[in-house]
């Protein structure tokens, strides 16, 4: 099993994450420190994306990361985009659906 991994970009309005592969508890291990310090980049004027189409598997370790970079942001700067219906369900189950703002839906 490959390590997920991660990529950023930044624009004036927006710092995106993509990421890639599942991220599960030991995924997420690994990722936490780079993650949250491209998070500390975001700038006041900038919107957070985490973006989710090349990942098909969230774990509460993930969620947990979302909270955290939100609550840095301010949840309004905060989205998630491209997540599969069974990532999408994950956060519906947590109920975060309603807490976090979730954009379009991942391609079939």
Partial sequence: ???PRFEVASSPQVLSVW????LDS???AVLNDA???QVEQVE???QLRFDLAG???VASA???LCILAARRVGGER???AHLTPLVREVFVMAGLDSHLRIGGAAAP
């Fill in 1 to 3: 099993m490959s390590t």
């Fill in 19 to 22: 990421f890639h592969g599942r």
């Fill in 26 to 28: 030991a995924g997420c």
């Fill in 35 to 37: 993650l949250l310090a």
């Fill in 44 to 46: 006041p004027n900038q």
């Fill in 55 to 57: 990942s098909d598997f």
């Fill in 62 to 64: 993930f969620l947990r």
């Fill in 78 to 80: 905060f989205e998630l």
